[in-house]
């Protein structure tokens, strides 16, 4: 889950600085948070860059994205879990919002995972 967070912040500060582009090095929970990312228009694209024998991708961040849609929702000491009962609440009560989960088939947004019935940790919301 660390991974998913670190690159969730990665991606969040650097839509707050206005950044064009930065690397990040490559990992596979990584370039599963950035595609999740450009599949909602918070970063414009990527590609696979390697220097010194090491991987890195660089970022393509939307500058015209309004960084205050991007919500981190979890903490190493307080992770909400959700069960599938729970999840329809708030996907009743929320519907103008994309919540991520972590789940046992990956990260899937809120709709996705009540589709499967399976629980997981909320990570973190796009609105």
């Known amino acids: 889950m660390l991974p998913y967070i ?6 969040k ?3 707050i600085k206005k950044s064009k582009f930065n690397y990040i090095r490559t990992s596979k929970k990584r370039i599963i948070v950035i595609k999740l990312l450009l599949k909602y228009n918070v970063i414009t694209g990527y590609k696979f860059i390697t220097r010194n024998k090491i991987n890195f991708i660089k970022v393509y961040f939307n500058t015209n994205f309004p ?4 919500k981190n929702l979890c ?3 307080n992770q909400r879990t959700l069960k599938h009962k729970h999840m ?3 996907n009743n009560k929320y519907t103008d919002s994309k ?8 990260l899937l947004e809120l709709k996705e995972a009540i589709q499967l019935k399976i629980g997981g940790v909320l990570l973190f919301k796009i609105f």
Do not use: E
């Open 6 to 11: 670190n690159t969730f912040n990665f991606i």
């Open 75 to 77: 903490k190493l000491t």
């Open 88 to 90: 329809l609440v708030l």
């Open 67 to 70: 960084f205050f849609k991007l």
């Open 99 to 106: 919540y991520i989960l972590s789940t046992s088939k990956g």
């Open 13 to 15: 500060l650097n839509v």
